[in-house]
């Protein structure tokens, strides 16, 4: 291994984020220690193509491996739970792709057995990790934009309109909200001064029954408020404002931004913020994972990942909408 990674990372799935997470560990200096799949030739594929030394032939495999400390699993989120089980009772450390769940329930079982092993948990939700995010984080902090009002959140994606598509797929538990929503509700969340209680919505549904577009209103204890513009099936600039009392912030092309822009309301004055690379998401991530592991301070907010899970399953509920594994 490099001798930046201190730990034996092995991915389970490899699709793209897969991709991403193997060059991020070579970016450190490392690699994959190994690799699981559903498909074991897609698995040998993957491991030729970075060099990974071990490739299971079994899922459960990589569970009992004990040479492995942390497990990136990829997979559909409709898989995530079930993985989780094994992988945290085996001990794992897991950081696992959002939508960590399917629902709160099943996240608050698997905080528990993570407890339970003295392991760390956390969901990949690159914004915790990006540093534009902290950067605005601690301008915020600072009281020198006042206080936050309200949060304006757009991010479209323009898929095909297939019912076969895993984002419109039911059983493949598709929809705009756990797919993209998840997104646009962590970026509300890392600015906002505590969690949403209140929740209102207005959501069409695709002809299979999962989200295709939504429109979603929040506020939290101390007044603030969120709107969110969700839809799969139209393009919309990823944009979030954030509006406080003597400026406002605009941020392009979240989640893994780099670039904002702050417009001051008195003069109109613009002050250009700029941190980290939209390249380098994955290194992020992984850095704070590590650090996280070695107990080195834990920048992996699954607090927060709880409360946006608790708004999604709420809204899910309010829409009548469930996945045929719950």
Not at 65 to 72: F, G, H, S
Not at 74 to 81: E, K
Request: net charge negative; charged share 20%.
């Amino acid at each position: 291994m490099g001798n930046q990674l201190r730990y034996n990372w092995a991915t389970l799935g490899t699709g793209v984020i897969a991709n991403e997470l193997a060059q991020a560990l070579e970016a450190l200096g490392g690699r994959l220690y190994s690799v699981a799949n559903r498909t074991y030739a897609k698995g040998l594929e993957f491991a030729e193509k970075y060099g990974i030394g071990k490739v299971y032939e079994q899922i459960d495999d990589l569970f009992e491996d004990e040479q492995v400390d942390i497990i990136y699993i990829s997979t559909p989120h409709n898989t995530h739970i079930s993985y989780l089980r094994k992988a945290l009772a085996s001990g794992k450390h897991v950081l696992c792709e959002k939508s960590i769940t399917l629902n709160s329930a099943e996240l608050e079982e698997a905080i528990a057995l993570a407890e339970q092993q003295g392991v760390i948990l956390a969901e990949a939700m690159t914004i915790y990790h990006m540093p534009i995010y902290r950067e605005l984080g601690q301008i915020a902090a600072s009281g020198r934009l006042g206080e936050l009002k309200m949060v304006q959140l757009n991010f479209g994606s323009y898929k095909e309109y297939d019912m076969n598509n895993r984002f419109f797929n039911r059983s493949l538990a598709g929809g705009a909200l756990l797919d993209i929503g998840v997104y646009a509700l962590s970026f509300a969340r890392w600015f906002m001064s505590s969690s949403p209680h209140q929740v209102a919505s207005q959501v069409r549904l695709a002809p299979t029954g999962v989200d295709e577009q939504a429109g979603i209103l929040l506020m939290n204890e101390e007044g603030q408020m969120a709107t969110l513009a969700l839809t799969l099936h139209a393009k919309q600039p990823k944009r979030g404002t954030l509006a406080y009392d003597k400026a406002y912030i605009e941020l392009f092309g979240y989640p893994r931004g780099q670039k904002a822009v702050i417009t001051y309301t008195e003069d109109g004055r613009q002050e250009v913020v700029e941190a980290g690379q939209t390249s380098q998401a994955l290194v992020y991530e992984v850095t704070d994972m590590e650090r996280a592991v070695a107990g080195q301070g834990n920048e992996m907010h699954l607090d927060y990942t709880r409360d946006v899970m608790k708004i999604m399953t709420v809204l899910r509920k309010d829409w009548g909408l469930t996945y045929p594994e719950e």
